[in-house]
């Protein structure tokens, strides 16, 4: 089974929308990690937000949000007011206490925003 | 701050020939990461090392690919011979420490095609 599963293999916006994007983990370990890094068309992976399994609090920073529920195995992540610049691909992670620190990674999600 | 740095950034090569990426991870960091993207794959771990030791070989494809890392500050992955699917893009990263949840920074990518 996945570990981290990103349903969404693409999405498309016009500029201005707010748009979800979609984590799902499956995990025994009670101590874990989970990551949103961004890989722009130039290719490079950024690191935008790391979460541990103990901090259910939500997270804003500008226009992006984390919203983590371990109820649902979830760690959404939210763009409001989309731009074209966040056009990429984003990429769900799980670091887990009994792996070190391996992450694995969910397949993706290619966000297109649209002027 | 340097970030890390791979080289080459991208490679084309002709079946059968030896093919070494090159990585130097951040400054302090313990833990350096080697993986491969595929459209069909995703990200993939192939081998991470802590202190210069190889603590994670299993995602090493097969015998025809190595790595090595001599020292803190610099580490490669050879591909030798190379296959056409051996083409894909080749991250290495790091982290300061091996410990679940530390930050996993990624360098460039190196892009590899083999003809």
């Known amino acids: 089974a996945q570990k981290v599963t990103q349903a969404q293999t693409e999405i498309s916006v016009v500029e201005k929308e707010d748009v979800t994007l979609d984590c799902v983990y499956e995990?025994?370990?009670?101590?874990?990690?989970l990551f949103w890094y961004k890989q722009p068309p130039s290719g490079e992976l950024v690191f935008l937000i790391r979460r541990n399994s103990f901090d259910e609090q939500n997270e804003i920073s500008g226009r992006y949000s984390w919203n983590f529920q371990k109820s649902t195995s979830s760690f959404n992540f939210t763009i409001t007011a989309s731009q074209v610049v966040d056009s990429a691909v984003y990429f769900c992670a799980l670091s887990e206490e009994s792996a070190g620190n391996m992450l694995t990674f969910g397949g993706g999600t290619r966000l297109m925003v649209k002027p | 701050d340097a970030g890390v740095i791979q080289s080459p950034r991208h490679e084309v090569t002709e079946m059968g020939q030896e093919v070494t990426l090159r990585c130097k991870p951040i400054s302090g960091h313990n833990s350096l990461f080697w993986y491969r993207q595929t459209m069909m794959r995703g990200l993939e771990l192939l081998i991470y090392f802590n202190n210069n030791v190889p603590i994670d070989d299993s995602g090493m494809p097969e015998d025809r690919f190595s790595a090595k890392m001599p020292n803190a500050s610099f580490s490669t992955l050879k591909i030798q011979p190379s296959e056409p699917r051996d083409s894909a893009v080749y991250f290495c990263?790091?982290?300061?420490?091996?410990?679940?949840?530390?930050?996993?920074?990624f360098g460039e990518g190196s892009w590899l095609t083999v003809v």
């Open positions: 995990t025994r370990d009670t101590t874990y990690y």
């Open positions: 990263a790091s982290s300061a420490r091996q410990v679940a949840g530390n930050t996993i920074y």
